[in-house]
Every structure is written in structure tokens, then in C-alpha cells.
């Protein structure tokens, strides 16, 4: 596609319902990454994929936040047993390659969610 | 570990005036890159200027420029000629060759009044 594609939009879920994020990278980036920005905070990086693989998962959150790619395209990131601090704005971003200047990162219009 | 901070929170200037948006950063790396993210209501980052740090010559892309000051490490963005579209909310982000992705500030929130 033209660009890096969320879904959804929005979500609204009820504390402790599992949710799962989509994003749909611009075809042929090798590289994808999950960002997680809450209200009036910069944006925290959750964790990034180099084709199918994680190399490290540590700035997940939590062991109830999970990621994974498969064919070196579409990710999922799924947040189960939902809190109220979960509520954020999730972004995802996919770049030719990882960690290069000449490889900014495109970003999505990342997914709202709001966990009631 | 890298740190980058925006030391304010929101500006706002006058539509066609100029307005430096400063950026600090924390790192004990040599080689690295400094970006400028501008993110608008409509949610999605859009890249507005980047800078190698090897590079000693500021970068500019049309009304916007930086000035990189590698010793103080210092990265501020310049926008010239304001205009009401520039309002937005921009992160200065870091990344360097070991890192896992980019680290990004706070963000200012620039308001350009007409």
C-alpha cells in the first residue's frame, strides 16, 4: 500500500478483555516497529521487528502485551487482560531497513485505545 | 542509556514568525542520528528533517532548519515563515546503530495563531 496501514482506528474494550492491534507495513520494509504514546508523553518504544523476528523484547510493558509478524509483513500486537493503563494511542512505524539514516521510519495513524 | 528532553511543553507564536523548538540530548555514542517528527491532530508522525551527527553542516529542508551543536548536544529546529498548518506537535527523536529504535522526546506543542 502507499503507506503503513492501523487497525482500528479506535478501540474501546472493557478491563480484562483481550485486544489485538493490526498494522500493515508499506510493502518491502523489512523493518517494523510498535510505539505506545499516552496523553501528554513522548512516545515509548515497545519493540521492532527485522523480518519475521524480535531480537529483543524487553520494552514490552508487560508479560501481557505480545507481538508477532508473520511473512515478513502484517504484525499483530496483542494486550490481554486489559488495564486501564493500557489506554494509549499504539503506533506502529516500518522503515527499508533497521536503524538506518537513510531509512526513516513511516509512521501509521496508530489505533486509540481506551480500556473502560 | 540515550535520553532525549524538550524542555517546553508548548509554544505559540504568530503566523509568519519564526520559532526555535529546542531539543537536548544524553548519549555517550559517536555516531548517531537526530530526527524532528511533526505529529498533527490527525495522529500520523510525518519525518520534517534529519541530521548524521558526523555531519558538522545543519540540515534544512525548505522553511525548516536545525541547528546541531554536537558538544552541547543540542539539536533546536527552526521554522521560518510560520504558517497554520505548522501547528502540531513535534518529537525530536535519536537513534543510533545499537540501538532498538528511536528514542523520542516529550514533544512541544507549537501553535501558530493567525
Known amino acids: 500500500g502507499a503507506g503503513v496501514s492501523q487497525s482500528p482506528s479506535n478501540k474501546v474494550t472493557e478491563k480484562g478483555k483481550d485486544v489485538e492491534l493490526r498494522c500493515d507495513p508499506i510493502?518491502?520494509?523489512?523493518?517494523l516497529y510498535w510505539y505506545r504514546q499516552s496523553l501528554g508523553q513522548g512516545l515509548e518504544f515497545l519493540i521492532y521487528?527485522?523480518?519475521?523476528?524480535?531480537?529483543?523484547k524487553s520494552g514490552l510493558p508487560s508479560d501481557r502485551f505480545s507481538a508477532e509478524r508473520t511473512g515478513g509483513s502484517v504484525s499483530t500486537l496483542t494486550i490481554q487482560r486489559t488495564q486501564q493503563e493500557d489506554s494509549a494511542v499504539y503506533l506502529c512505524?516500518?522503515?527499508?531497513?533497521?536503524?538506518?539514516?537513510?531509512?526513516?521510519?513511516?509512521f501509521g495513524n496508530g489505533t486509540r485505545l481506551t480500556v473502560t | 542509556a540515550q535520553t532525549v528532553t524538550q524542555s517546553q511543553p508548548e509554544m505559540s507564536v504568530q503566523e509568519a514568525e519564526t520559532v526555535t523548538l529546542s531539543c537536548t540530548y544524553d548519549?555517550?555514542?559517536?555516531?548517531?542520528?537526530l530526527f524532528w517528527y511533526k505529529q498533527p491532530p490527525s495522529r500520523q508522525m510525518i519525518l520534517v528533517i534529519r541530521?548524521?551527527?558526523?555531519?558538522?553542516q545543519n540540515a534544512t529542508e525548505n522553511r525548516f532548519s536545525v541547528n546541531f551543536q554536537k558538544a552541547a548536544k543540542s539539536f533546536s529546529l527552526k521554522i521560518s515563515d510560520s504558517q497554520l498548518g505548522d501547528t502540531a506537535m513535534y518529537f525530536c527523536?535519536?537513534?543510533?546503530?545499537?540501538?532498538?529504535?528511536?528514542?523520542f522526546g516529550k514533544g512541544t506543542h507549537l501553535i501558530i495563531q493567525p
Open positions: 512505524a516500518s522503515s527499508l531497513e533497521f536503524g538506518s539514516y537513510n531509512s526513516p521510519l513511516h
Open positions: 510493502s518491502g520494509h523489512t523493518a
Open positions: 521487528f527485522q523480518g519475521n523476528s524480535a531480537p529483543d
Open positions: 548519549t555517550s555514542e559517536s555516531n548517531y542520528y
Open positions: 541530521q548524521e551527527a558526523y555531519k558538522q
Open positions: 527523536a535519536f537513534i543510533w546503530g545499537g540501538a532498538d529504535g528511536l528514542t
